[in-house]
């Protein structure tokens, strides 16, 4: 209590401090009423922000001026930003829950393989609106080093565009006219490394102290042997340890991911306040949702693993706070790829209000090699249910692969075991397993253990890649199913559903990305080629594969948002009585609703006492097939076939 006590006298003298600081730096060039607002944001709001800062800074000397400096970096950026996205904040604000809507829809594409640039993506708005989509996730676009950039999140420069995709004021302008149209902008921010390119580390490769200092440099092997002890390798296969030797500065770099990916050194406040500006400049561009990259990395610290650290996730909070003052409107995604324990650390109003959902991406598929739902069952029992406020992003594939990052204590509570089930899966997936219908790749593939990850793109790891070749017309039908049941999971379950742009219409495998050498090493390109806007032209017709699954994904969009069940995050899952049918219950603005969801290829049954147990009553009509259907006999099931369940009055 007296620790509770102290902290809150400190907090309100520093704030008494600094406001006439502020103050005297801001209030003559700014117009009163705009001061007014960033001050009273800035009260409501330093509660939140002093503490975190004083517990990664404090023990600073000069702690007080770097305070005074990043809360300097806020006001300049709220004073900068404009009109109408200070709009936007006042409406946000009134209404937070915006985005658990059921009318959200998400879509994520690389800026030059899907439009060749930002004005071909600006022509494409009204293919997005077709869609449905209101969330628009354009992947790195910024500059960046010319060949091999792990594309594109080795960043050169923040307030840059990548010359060959346009410019900032290009970005700013399509951001305008995505909100125009109901569709929110959503950029990556790479904030635990920049590029070796980028103007701080060249600074620091010419010799400046200052600039050494934004990253981890050392002048022998003495402090990474140190940290090494306890670090895992991220892409042993490529580039063994986690530091890279620089000859033109003698010094040793930590890198985490590639040599040419230099961590930022979050123990000094300066390099906070410098990302905070780049943050808060891209919220004045118009980006309204950032994907923060690789959250479980940004905090160090000697004899830890280096991954999931307290302070990783203050870093996130403090920013959090920022982003309150300065730019209410923007809100974070985290990208933790982890055991989904440390997942749920990062979900909550105060640090990410969105987070990506790889175990319920992992387990849909392998839910459908196994033909079982037993794991994905006990996982979203026990793992769906996220802070109030907050929200899922679901998704079946992404630019990135397909790691099985299951909880082995939840296999083996329903009889797996995690290690050989992973080795199964892996095989499945690259096709290796007898009778396995997917076509994908093995990512980061180690030869001795077996451990591997999964690349393609998700109509080949459904079978439709293999089936096309061997003109397999029961097994085109089965892959067009599977596509359809799995995106009928993402978007009936609960939060933003999220479509890799080209899903939608079925795109296969491209194997050319191996001709090109600064990709040939990296099977996740296997799975990003350009779009084929011919075989997106057929997707009206419905005697193509194509067009078979843009119009059933665009119907089952289309009745989510139509329906205030599949709004915010109330998700109970149940037990359907069936090892093969996955099933829970939507409910939302007076509406219920029960789906089930069939992981076979053979005719399943689910009871009909279930239905009526979850208050379905004795009719029903299943919104995706239209029929009303009376509840006095089993709900029969069609091979891969997905209900939406609601009670007829």
């Known amino acids: 209590m007296a620790d509770i006590i102290w902290q809150n006298q400190q907090t309100t003298r520093s704030l008494e401090r600094l406001l006439p600081r502020l103050d005297a730096r801001f209030a003559a060039e700014a117009d009163p009423e705009d001061w007014a607002a960033f001050k009273a944001r800035l009260e409501r709001h330093f509660p939140a922000l002093f503490p975190l800062l004083l517990h990664l800074y404090g023990e600073h000397y000069d702690f007080f001026y770097h305070l005074e400096e990043i809360l300097a970096s806020a006001a300049r950026a709220w004073l900068e930003r404009p009109v109408q996205l200070k709009a936007l904040d006042a409406q946000r604000e009134a209404n ?42 354009l992947m790195p676009l ?80 003495t402090m990474p042997d140190a940290y090494e002890a306890t670090l895992r ?57 950032l994907r923060l990259d690789a959250v479980a990395f940004i905090w160090k610290q000697l004899g830890t693993v280096c991954e999931n650290l307290p302070e990783a996730h203050m870093i996130i909070q403090a920013y959090n706070a920022l982003a309150r003052i300065a730019a209410p409107s923007l809100f974070f995604k985290s990208e933790a790829i982890v055991h989904p324990d440390e997942v749920a ?10 987070s990506y959902n790889p175990l319920l ?73 007898a009778g396995s219908f997917a076509r994908g790749l093995p990512f980061q593939e180690n030869p001795k253990t077996g451990d591997a990850r999964i690349s393609g793109t998700a109509a080949s790891l459904a079978g439709l890649e293999k089936a096309l070749r061997e003109h397999d017309s029961l097994e085109i039908d089965y892959a067009v199913q599977r596509i359809l049941l799995i995106h009928s999971v993402i978007l009936s379950i ?48 419905a005697n193509t594969v194509e067009g078979r699954v843009y119009q059933g994904l665009r119907r089952l969009i289309a009745l989510r948002q139509e329906h205030a069940a599949f709004a915010g995050h109330d998700t109970i899952v149940i037990d359907t009585g069936n090892p093969h049918v996955f099933g829970y219950v939507r409910q939302h603005g007076g509406q219920r609703m029960v789906v089930l969801a069939s992981f076979s290829e053979h005719p399943q049954t689910v009871a009909a006492s279930l239905l009526r147990i979850h208050g379905l009553g004795y009719v029903f009509q299943d919104l995706v097939s239209g029929q009303a259907i009376a509840l006095d006999s089993n709900v029969n099931l069609e091979p891969y076939q997905f209900v939406w369940l609601t009670a007829v009055v």
């Open 96 to 137: 937070p829950d915006w985005f658990q809507s059921q009318q959200m829809l998400g879509g994520v594409c690389y800026v030059d393989l899907f439009a060749g640039n930002l004005e071909g993506v600006r022509a494409q708005i009204p293919y997005f609106r077709e869609l449905g989509l209101t969330y628009l996730h």
């Open 142 to 221: 910024f500059a960046a080093p010319e060949g091999d950039n792990d594309g594109g999140y080795a960043v050169s420069s923040y307030r840059e565009v990548n010359p060959a995709l346009g410019t900032m004021a290009q970005l700013a302008e399509l951001a305008e006219e995505l909100r125009a149209n109901g569709i929110s902008l959503v950029v990556d921010f790479v904030f635990n490394h920049t590029s070796n390119e980028h103007r701080w580390a060249q600074q620091a490769v010419a010799g400046d102290p200052e600039y050494q200092n934004y990253y981890f440099m050392f002048p022998d092997r």
């Open 233 to 289: 390798e991220i892409f042993p296969d490529v580039r063994p340890g986690n530091f890279t030797y620089r000859p033109d500065v003698n010094r040793w770099v930590w890198t985490t991911f590639y040599s040419f990916q230099w961590d930022l050194n979050y123990s000094n406040p300066v390099v906070f306040q410098r990302m905070g500006e780049e943050m808060l400049f891209l919220a004045n561009q118009g980006v309204e949702i």
């Open 345 to 354: 650390k990062y979900i909550s109003l105060d640090e990410c209000q969105l």
């Open 361 to 433: 991406m992992a387990l849909l598929w392998e839910s459908l090699a196994t033909r079982e739902i037993k794991l994905l069952h006990a996982s979203m029992r026990d793992r769906f249910k996220i802070t109030p406020g907050c929200a899922w992003v679901n998704y079946v594939r992404c630019h990135d692969d397909i790691g099985w990052t299951f909880d082995d204590a939840d296999a083996a509570g329903v009889n797996i075991n995690g290690f050989y089930h992973r080795q199964f899966l892996n095989a499945f997936y690259t096709g290796r397993f």
């Open 494 to 541: 609960g939060g933003i559903p999220l479509l890799y742009l080209g899903d939608e219409t079925a795109m296969l495998n491209d194997y050319s990305y191996a001709n090109d050498p600064t990709k040939a090493g990296d099977s996740r390109w296997v799975h990003r080629p350009f779009a084929d806007w011919q075989r997106i032209e057929q997707r009206h017709d």
